[in-house]
Nanobody
Framework: QVQLVESGGGLVQPGGSLRLSCAASGRTFSSYAMGWFRQAPGKEREFVAAISRSGGTASYADSVKARFTISRDNAMNTVYLQIDSLKPEDAAVYYC????????????????WGQGTQVTVSS
């Protein structure tokens, strides 16, 4: 399995932007589709975005479309989540995830999870 470490979380004002990163260990990163999930206090973990192995296909939750962008750099073994126009309801712990394909990640079939990074949205 691949090991995942997220970074880039923090405190951001509403309307601001943030870029999360997820670094993967091992030489098999490009064999995984990658995704991001989030979990707010008192709520279940929810799907945010996923990207295919090559980076050519992406899928997003309706609540984040047009504001979030997922991308990956297979040479750097890293997947990113660009978050723009942050809203208070975006505050959550964001988790990186690896899976066999985008459709598997969307339905929650995850091979590996990161430890999470906190995003706080407050003025």
């Amino acid at each position: 399995q691949v090991q995942l470490v997220e970074s880039g979380g923090g405190l951001v004002q509403p309307g601001g932007s943030l870029r999360l990163s997820c670094a993967a260990s091992g030489r098999t990163f490009s064999s995984y589709a990658m995704g991001w999930f989030r979990q707010a206090p008192g709520k279940e973990r929810e799907f945010v975005a996923a990207i295919s192995r090559s980076g050519g296909t992406a899928s997003y939750a309706d609540s984040v479309k047009a504001r979030f962008t997922i991308s990956r750099d297979n040479a750097m073994n890293t997947v990113y989540l660009q978050i723009d126009s942050l809203k208070p309801e975006d505050a959550a712990v964001y988790y990186c995830a690896a899976g066999s394909m985008v459709t598997a990640i969307v339905r929650g079939a995850i091979d590996s999870w990161g430890q999470g990074t906190q995003v706080t949205v407050s003025s």
